[in-house]
């Protein structure tokens, strides 16, 4: 990230009722873990294998086990969900979040979980093809429209990008034309649509009960 985005990430949050007070006893000899996180307390929202920790050593670890899926996400108008988005990929261990278009994004959604999530970016719609192409990777779009396979019944790849349009927008039109394929979300409601970051989570979780599961 460069400077100003960095800027754009809020402090991470120091909460006594949640994490662990100073490191009790001998500090252990180990170059993972924080020499003032020790001294202090970890008071993150990090799982307990995690805890004292530096981000560097836990983005490692991370990367040793993450799966092979990517979300995409359409930005051309600053859209909020994509904090949501980002936190949600980090909780499933997706490889990584790809954020199209704009490339400044407001990150308080994101809890702070940008900072062991890989986040990438790509000015526009053909460049993240072109990438996906390279990597061999299947676009998969997520969206209510006509001829799309309903995500309850169909067998994700793998190894695929889920692609999520903007909220209120949707896919946009060269989106839709490059996707491999597009998957619905079953409604039952009054509405048309199911918020951006909503149906990012809920298309995530299908990728984990079919191969992580």
């Not at 909020?80 to 997706?94: M, P, Y």
């Not at 067998?155 to 034309?177: M, W, Y």
Request: hydrophobic share 40%.
């Amino acid at each position: 990230m460069t400077k100003p985005e960095t800027d754009l990430t809020p402090p991470e949050a120091v909460l006594d009722s949640v994490g662990v007070g100073p490191w009790s006893g001998s500090w252990p000899n180990d170059p993972r873990f924080d020499p003032e996180l020790l001294e202090h307390g970890d008071r993150r929202n990090v799982v307990d294998r995690y805890r004292y920790w530096t981000v560097e050593a836990i983005v490692a670890d991370l990367d040793t086990r993450r799966h092979p899926f990517h979300v995409a996400i359409e930005n051309w108008r600053h859209d909020l969900n994509i904090g949501t988005v980002v936190r949600t990929a980090n909780a499933f261990l997706a490889e990584a979040v790809h954020v199209v278009g704009k490339k400044r994004w407001n990150r308080r959604g994101a809890m702070v979980t940008d900072r062991y999530q890989h986040v990438r970016h790509h000015p526009d719609v053909a460049e993240l093809v072109a990438w996906a192409r390279t990597a061999d990777l299947p676009l998969l779009a997520v969206d209510n429209l006509p001829g799309a396979r309903p995500l309850e019944t169909a067998g994700l790849p793998r190894a695929c990008v889920l692609l999520f349009g903007q909220e209120g927008t949707g896919l946009s039109q060269e989106a839709r034309d490059a996707a491999d394929g597009v998957l619905s979300i079953a409604q039952y409601g009054s509405t048309r649509s199911i918020n951006a970051g909503v149906a990012a989570g809920i298309a995530m979780h299908a990728w984990i009960r079919q191969h992580a599961v």
